[in-house]
């Protein structure tokens, strides 16, 4: 017992100094993280930016406080969100990208994560860049709600910014999914905290294999 309260203190202080760092502590480091030197100083590194910046912190260590999602979740998701505002080009891009971080981490917050199980696509062991995120929440006994998002380049159109996957499951059905989004219909293999999806049956013009690949469970 004692072994275990010392392991969940340890991931616990592992898990704020990685919170400290994404939330760009030092004055120095913030600025190499939010005025990268590929960007345009008067996107990223205006006062209207830095200011929504601090904002989202502040939600973000809100988050980390409040939500039972697990922590390392909040934190990678933070770092991939971290890449793809840097990848932006125009106002709009940068307002919606503050939008959407915003939106996800009130809803971590907001919604009991305990019957949700998250995965993020990962390639040659690391997260996969565009991000491929999926959730799978246990509705009731028998049935799960399979959702997710794959992310595109974040300066297109909003509704071509990412790919949904949306699916309504019985348990005894989870291996065969079918994305109602886009009739993709995929091969799910369950390995502890790993997922493997395959493509079944394709469909033109639907990006059906951004699902395609190996997950990591967080928990």
């Known amino acids: ?19 400290s760092l994404v939330l760009w502590a030092t004055p120095s480091y913030a ?19 830095l200011k929504q910046k601090q904002q989202l912190n ?10 039972n999602a697990p922590p ?12 793809r505002i840097q990848q932006c080009k125009n106002k709009r891009c940068i307002q919606q990208q503050f939008e959407t971080r915003s939106d996800d981490l009130n809803s971590y917050s ?3 994560q305990n019957l949700t199980q998250h995965f993020i696509q990962y390639k040659n062991g690391q997260t ?22 794959a992310y595109r380049n974040p300066n297109n159109h909003r509704n071509k910014q990412s790919v949904a996957f949306l699916a309504y499951q019985n348990q005894d059905q989870k291996n ?7 009739a993709c219909q995929y091969g799910f293999n369950f390995q502890k905290a790993i997922l493997t999806i395959r493509l079944i049956k ?3 013009h639907q990006s059906c294999d951004r699902f395609v690949g190996n997950y990591r469970l967080y928990d």
């Open 1 to 19: 017992m004692h072994w275990k309260f010392a392991l969940n203190r340890f991931k616990i202080c592992q898990s704020l100094i990685s919170l």
């Open 58 to 67: 502040q939600l973000l260590f809100n988050t980390y406080l409040s939500t």
């Open 110 to 112: 907001s919604l009991n």
């Open 202 to 204: 394709n469909q033109p």
């Open 176 to 182: 065969q999914v079918t994305n109602n989004e886009t």
């Open 31 to 49: 600025q190499k993280l939010v005025c990268p030197f590929k960007a345009k100083p008067r996107l990223l590194c205006n006062a209207e930016t």
């Open 72 to 83: 390392r979740l909040i934190i990678d998701t933070q770092i991939l969100w971290q890449k």
């Open 128 to 149: 996969a860049d565009p991000q491929v995120h999926l959730q799978i929440h246990q509705l009731d006994q028998n049935r799960i709600k399979i959702e997710g998002i």
